[in-house]
């Protein structure tokens, strides 16, 4: 079973460059989420989405797109980085309904310089 | 909106002490409660949840948690830590009224010394 999967693992980019990030998951989750993860911050949402061709605002979704074509994958763009966007950045998916856990991708530890 | 405080940022423990981690939600109604850890370099991991039944919840590696509605409550627990509990803890809520999502605490980072 692949779970969730997250591409790349790693990124450096310079400021202004674009880049998108690519979340796939394989257990019909309808739930899929982008969080960002900072030291002493924990995880914040920035972004998330309950089924295919849906999106919602997080709690930080400045200098930050997605889009959910279809149900297995969730793309979360940046189109000007910023360093500070350096960051670690997780996905993950859930059933919709109460009573689902989440499971999580590796997650993509991007810089910007 | 929902929020979720883990009010302890570091711990300091040695092998064998008692470890317990603080998490208060802010939503009053049905919830599912879950604790993630995260091992160095490693993405975050399932540790135990509540859904519903029983408030004292038994996840792997011998941690426990125990839900207490009325103090809005769900703190981690294990009696006894082993250097390889060196992680980050992640409190989580998920409820209906706020359209299910997945929502964190600060974490935890715990250090437990050999």
């Known amino acids: 079973n692949a779970g969730v999967t997250q591409t790349p693992k790693f990124r450096v980019l310079k400021t202004g460059q674009s880049m998108t990030l690519l979340c796939a998951q394989d257990?019909?989750?309808?739930?899929m989420y982008w969080y960002r993860q900072d030291p002493g911050m924990g995880l914040r949402l920035i972004h998330y989405?309950?089924?295919?061709?849906?999106?919602a605002k997080g709690e930080v979704p400045d200098g930050y797109n997605v889009s959910r074509l279809k149900n297995q994958n969730f793309l979360l763009g940046l189109e000007s980085a910023a360093p500070s966007q350096t960051s670690v950045y997780f996905c993950?998916?859930?059933?919709?309904?109460?009573?689902?856990?989440?499971?999580f991708g590796q997650g993509t530890r991007l810089t910007v310089v | 909106a929902q929020s979720v405080s883990q009010h302890n940022h570091h711990v300091i423990l040695s092998e064998a002490a008692s470890l317990e981690l603080g998490c208060n939600y802010s939503?009053?109604?049905?919830?599912?409660l879950f604790w993630y850890v995260q091992y160095p370099g490693q993405h975050l991991q399932l540790l135990l949840k509540?859904?519903?039944?029983?408030?004292l919840v038994k996840g792997i590696k011998g941690f426990e948690a125990e839900f207490i509605k009325s103090k809005f409550s769900f703190n981690l627990r294990k009696p006894s830590v082993q250097w390889s509990d060196t992680a980050e803890y992640f409190c989580?809520?998920?409820?209906?009224?706020?359209?299910?999502?997945?929502?964190f605490g600060g974490g935890t980072r715990v250090l437990v010394k050999p």
């Open positions: 993950a998916s859930t059933g919709g309904r109460q009573n689902t856990e989440a499971f």
């Open positions: 257990m019909n989750h309808e739930y």
């Open positions: 989405s309950v089924g295919e061709g849906t999106t």
């Open positions: 939503y009053g109604g049905t919830v599912n």
């Open positions: 509540y859904f519903s039944g029983d408030p």
């Open positions: 989580a809520v998920k409820n209906k009224a706020a359209g299910n999502k997945l929502t």
